[in-house]
């Protein structure tokens, strides 16, 4: 979860050289360059493309910028408004993403995965809507209980598009995709099932015939296990709030993905290494992907995530 970053000093150097944010995800060199960055380091199983969730709403006309957070100048904030949102089909406009995606694959070992992945429908449609993050998402809420059939359109809309954009990662080499769905848990369960749920499965669905494994990643939905039992994907992400063996029994028929706090690395190694070893005794023998309950902080110590990562090392070979 997020594994490059400003917690490690060689993503910061990339970064000053580079500039902002939005020309490191631009240039495959750059992009790819920080992609291996903790490959190299830690070692770990699988290497997660870098990008982020929004770039893929600038080829629809969306006027994006990172200042440092993301902020869109154009947003949709009346039915009209989705007029001028046009995704291109057949997909195109993140070719820079596929670029990136072949260059990573090269480098990597053959044992390596690489994952490509996309904003769910839910989350990107609030950014269209708030035109940034939000604490409360009063202005898509708004949106969506206002005009209901026009905001059920949007998501729609999103859920399609993302299946293309994730369609074309696969087809540059990615070998597992994962959907993030950041603020489903600003939802009640009536309002996640229609809105963030359903667009999600209607996304996961649309790219079923890929052969690929598929995550996806409820952030803030330990609410809505037991309605997530038939997502039709192979892998649920859990977040740090989700109780793992309570999501073992609700969710019998997927793999698990995830879900030590963050805030636990910036503990002692011998804290990090009890709650990671608490972790991964809870977490379901059919299938488990040991993990974060989301990003790596860039307050967190290199010497942490290694003690992470080397403590479910250790425990996979005992």
């Not at 380091?41 to 993301?70: K, N, Q």
Request: aromatic content about 8%; charged content about 20%.
């Amino acid at each position: 979860m997020r594994q490059a970053g400003r917690y490690l000093p060689e993503y910061r150097e990339v970064r000053t050289r580079a500039g902002d944010f939005l020309t490191m995800c631009r240039t495959p060199e750059i992009a790819a360059e920080v992609t291996l960055q903790p490959i190299r380091r830690f070692g770990l199983d699988a290497a997660i493309v870098f990008s982020d969730i929004l770039t893929p709403l600038v080829p629809a006309g969306i006027e994006l910028d990172f200042a440092p957070a993301p902020h869109i100048a154009n947003p949709l904030r009346t039915p009209a408004d989705l007029d001028r949102l046009r995704f291109p089909e057949p997909w195109s406009g993140t070719e820079f993403l596929s670029e990136t995606l072949a260059l990573v694959r090269e480098a990597l070992a053959p044992e390596t995965a690489l994952i490509g992945f996309c904003g769910a429908p839910w989350t990107l449609g609030t950014y269209l809507v708030e035109g940034s993050t939000s604490r409360s998402f009063s202005l898509a809420k708004a949106f969506a209980h206002h005009h209901p059939g026009v905001f059920d359109a949007l998501v729609n809309r999103l859920a399609d598009a993302m299946a293309a954009y994730l369609r074309s990662q696969v087809e540059a080499g990615a070998q597992a995709v994962q959907v993030f769905d950041s603020w489903i848990g600003a939802l009640g369960a009536e309002d996640a099932r229609r809105w963030a749920l359903g667009p999600a499965r209607r996304l996961l669905e649309k790219i079923g015939d890929l052969g690929v494994p598929r995550i996806y990643f409820a952030n803030g939905g330990a609410h809505l296990l037991h309605d997530m039992r038939d997502m039709p994907c192979e892998v649920i992400g859990l977040d740090w709030r989700a109780d793992l063996a309570m999501a073992t029994r609700a969710l019998p028929d997927h793999a698990l993905q995830g879900n030590l706090d963050p805030g636990v690395l910036m503990g002692p190694d011998d804290a990090i290494r009890a709650r990671t070893l608490a972790m991964v005794a809870a977490a379901p023998r059919r299938g488990y992907i040991a993990n974060l309950g989301h990003g790596v902080t860039p307050d967190v110590p290199v010497r942490a995530v290694s003690t992470f990562v080397e403590t479910i090392q250790r425990y996979r070979y005992e």
